[in-house]
């Protein structure tokens, strides 16, 4: 559960940032982080199509450059974009500044006001600087799909067990969780729409 959703410890730890967003509604948020790729995302896209879903990819801005097609795609559709660093890149295994121009590369690309850091990793400090530029978005439920000791029937059970009003719930469209991914995401589509959720992309202004 320390990695499924994160205890409310973890949160307090980064004040700035957003792990739930809260509506009337009975609402839930998909994301999808390390992409886009040609292999797996274009799957996203017409999955979330097929059942008329909004949701949010936070892209990684080195694939971005070699795919620019697959941002203005997913555009297109009415999804929202994030940024993900440029090289997903982890805050704590280099310096603050390396890390924040790391970020403003990606941001060239992505232009997104919407920034999640790739394992779900700051420093404090670099938290609070990010912050003044962007909406931090961590999140509420991570499916694990990239995990190679989960099958794909595990992943679809940690979106029944701990999806909840608000949640931010993270897929990944990577060739790493490819597998468990396409099982999982259909599945969680349908059973969270016969619990009665609506889907939302998360605003990016």
């Known amino acids: ?9 973890y949160r307090i730890l980064f004040p700035e ?24 995302t274009p799957w996203v896209l017409d999955t979330l199509d097929h059942y008329g879903v909004k949701a949010t990819f936070f892209l990684v801005g080195d694939n971005v450059r070699r795919h620019p097609e697959l941002l ?19 805050s704590t295994k280099v310096t603050t500044r390396t890390y924040l121009r790391n970020v403003a590369l990606a941001d060239r690309l992505i232009g997104s006001r919407l920034f999640r850091p790739p394992h779900g990793l700051m420093r404090w400090g670099t938290a609070r ?17 990239y995990s190679r000791k989960l099958s794909g029937e595990e992943v679809f059970h940690n979106v029944k067990r701990y999806a909840r009003k608000g949640s931010i719930i993270v897929f990944h469209d990577s060739l790493k969780a490819e597998k ?13 729409k016969s619990c009665g959720y609506d889907f939302e992309p998360i605003p990016m202004r």
């Not at 559960?1 to 410890?9: D, R, V």
């Not at 967003?21 to 994301?31: M, Y």
């Not at 468990?180 to 969680?188: D, E, I, S, V, W």
């Open 1 to 9: 559960m320390l990695i499924e959703q994160p205890p409310l410890f």
């Open 17 to 40: 940032t957003v792990w739930r967003l809260h509506r009337k509604r009975r609402t839930v948020f998909l994301t999808f982080d390390d992409g886009p790729i040609p292999e797996v």
């Open 72 to 90: 203005e795609e997913i555009l297109r559709r009415g999804h929202s974009v994030g940024n993900h660093t440029m090289n997903h890149l982890q």
């Open 129 to 145: 600087l990010l912050k003044n530029h962007f909406t931090l978005i961590m999140y509420d439920l991570v499916t694990r799909d």
């Open 180 to 192: 468990n991914m396409k099982y999982a995401l259909p599945k969680a589509i349908e059973w969270l």
